[in-house]
């Protein structure tokens, strides 16, 4: 329905390894005609809806992972000009027969290519909000950039969907208009999109019988991965596994901890550093299995400037690793627990 209403917008945010990507993957295969997905998507249950046909593969989609930067890369000037670039030289492969001007802005060049063409694109936006995490990146850089997203996307006659992820909402960086066409989908504030992001308890259920059917010498038990992994709560507050954990513990036949860093902000001691005095009986009280009573500011959770208790236990809720339920915060399970308890014994100031 999104499709066929077209110039629609979502922004689904959900901390990291919720599956964000994968879903991102997982709509990007279905929808564009670059490839035929009929194996992947076939055996599963849409196929077995109406419109499965009509849709599957044949869209134009864009799809850009603003994760990913040029080597060596310290402004944001390198980083927006490779995605122009390389969006620019997708456009002009596909669509050889459309002069194209490469001066122009990359909005004005799509809406060439809908002039001349009638061409529509579905745009596929992964880790929208990277951009923001980077050292080098000044508040004029950060307006840019929203600019930049809202001149390619926002009253554009060629946008059919726009989905876009990340960890932290729109509405933290755009107080104007600049995004405004967004709806947004946050696990804290919003019901819809919550079974599809984490597993539930019904999906956990299913994966470990696939688990006991096939493998041997079972190692990990169903109580096992609800202490390790749940403890999550979508926003009508229906119990949510760790996605990635439960699959590579499955994989492993192994419950082990495999929550990874990958960047300074997903170091738990990073968020606590310059606070340590107001939020350390708190740490105590969870590490011992308490919830402990937090304002949780969502909008106002940033990755870089955490100064007051609520605003570093809410960066820890939007990135995954307290969980907050009921006016509470509280650790979520023993795979972060053990991360908790790493960090006490490392850190001498935490007493």
């Known amino acids: ?44 249950a849409i196929s ?129 208009s ?11 504030s919003e019901e819809k999109f919550s079974d599809a992001f984490g597993f539930t308890d019904s999906e956990t259920d299913e994966l470990y019988k696939r688990y006991e059917k096939n493998t041997k010498h079972k190692n990990v038990s169903r109580e096992g991965l609800r202490i390790w992994y749940n403890g999550y709560h979508t926003f009508r507050g229906e119990s949510v596994y760790n996605p990635r954990s439960v699959v590579f513990a499955l994989t492993n036949n192994n419950l082990a901890s495999y929550w990874t860093s990958s960047g300074p902000y997903d170091e738990i001691y990073y968020y606590i550093e310059h606070n340590i005095d107001d939020v350390r009986d708190d740490l105590a009280l969870m590490i011992s299995g308490e919830a402990v009573p937090a304002k949780i500011q969502e909008y106002a959770a940033t990755s870089m400037k955490l100064t007051t208790r609520d605003e570093i236990f809410s960066a820890m809720v939007v990135y995954g690793f307290l969980n907050f339920e009921n006016g509470k915060v509280s650790i979520p399970n023993k795979e972060l627990m053990d991360k908790f308890a790493a960090m006490l014994r490392k850190e001498p100031s935490l007493g």
């Not at 066929?4 to 994968?22: D, E, L, Q, V, Y």
């Not at 967004?182 to 804290?188: A, L, N, Q, S, V």
């Open 1 to 44: 329905p999104y499709v066929s209403a077209g110039n629609r917008h979502i922004c689904i945010t959900r901390p990291r390894r919720f599956g964000k990507t994968i879903m991102a993957n997982m709509i990007s295969s279905f929808f564009q005609k670059a490839s035929d997905s009929s194996d992947v998507f076939d055996s599963l």
């Open 178 to 188: 600049e995004l405004n066409m967004f709806m947004e989908y946050t696990m804290i």
């Open 48 to 176: 077995q809806l109406d419109d499965y046909r009509r849709y599957k593969n044949q869209y134009n989609v864009i799809r850009i992972d603003f994760s990913k930067m040029p080597r060596n890369c310290d402004s944001y000037t390198q980083y927006i000009e490779r995605i122009e670039a390389l969006l620019i030289e997708d456009v002009k492969e596909a669509f050889p027969q459309v002069k194209i001007n490469e001066a122009d802005a990359v909005g004005d060049i799509l809406e060439s290519v809908f002039v001349q063409c009638g061409e529509k694109f579905i745009f596929v936006l992964d880790e929208w909000d990277f951009i923001f995490h980077q050292d080098f990146i000044t508040e004029q850089d950060k307006k840019d950039y929203l600019l930049f997203l809202r001149n390619l996307l926002k009253d554009r006659p060629y946008v059919l969907l726009a989905y876009i992820t990340g960890i932290l909402p729109i509405a933290k960086y755009s107080s104007g």
